[in-house]
């Protein structure tokens, strides 16, 4: 179980400290980080009850709608919905690239707990490929996810609820196209292949930029100081 455990946490802990680590310019306080990966840990419950009751009740006939437009669409919409509720006012969400660290914390914990059921349920033996996809790609949702946040939190204009409407809909589009792979069948591993390197390509896009944002900010900072 120990065994387990650590392989389906360990993809977690490694895509966050990537992306903890490669911001320079400040440092998060780690307990407002970890209660981020704790929300995001305690929203799979719930998910996981709606899902379980609307496939119980028949509401879905279609499995696309069930598996790929409700299923992206209720795990973005609870973690949006974590962030801006709980994290976009925080004291501590104080610079740009904030958003990217708080959004890949949130998908995170959603993340990890959900690869913990599944492999309880279905054994290690796709721990590798669990890790270089369902955790990989949520984490990289967030990213996005939180980079929109960022920029709607430090606005100047009245662009912020046009960033925070892209905070939703940038990552539930991608995880449409990433859950539609999946739900191919036969030669899916040829696709999400791509899909993959461009996600990755995307998100280090997305984390440039907050960079670029966060010495705006601070220099912008400097100056009414």
């Given amino acids: 179980m120990f065994i387990l ?3 389906a946490i360990a993809p977690g802990l490694a895509l966050f400290s990537y992306f903890y680590l490669r911001n320079q310019m400040s440092t998060e306080p780690r307990k407002t980080l970890f209660q981020s990966f704790i929300y995001g840990a305690l929203i799979t419950f719930p998910i996981m009850f709606i899902q379980y009751v609307l496939q119980e009740e028949g509401v879905f006939t279609n499995l696309f709608l069930a598996n790929v437009v409700f299923s992206s669409t209720i795990e973005e919409f609870f973690k949006w919905l974590v962030i801006f509720v709980i994290i976009y006012g925080h004291v501590e ?8 660290l708080y959004g890949a914390c949130v998908s995170l914990g959603f993340a990890t707990v959900e690869n913990v059921l599944y492999l ?3 054994g290690i033996d796709t721990a590798f490929l669990r890790a270089i996809l369902p955790v990989s790609s949520h984490a990289l949702f967030g990213v996005v996810m939180g980079y929109y946040f960022g920029k709607s939190k430090f606005a100047r204009n009245d662009r912020a609820t046009e960033y ?3 905070a939703f809909l ?3 589009f991608l995880h449409l196209i990433y859950n539609s792979i999946i739900s191919f069948e036969g030669h899916w591993v040829y696709l999400v292949a791509p899909f993959m390197l461009f996600l990755w390509w995307l998100a280090l896009k997305k984390v440039k930029l907050a960079h670029q944002h966060l010495v705006e900010h601070l220099i912008e900072q400097k100056k009414f100081n």
């Fill in 164 to 166: 925070l409407l892209l």
């Fill in 93 to 100: 969400f104080d610079d740009p690239y904030d958003g990217i």
């Fill in 170 to 172: 940038a990552p539930l």
């Fill in 5 to 7: 455990l650590s392989a």
């Fill in 120 to 122: 309880i349920s279905f």
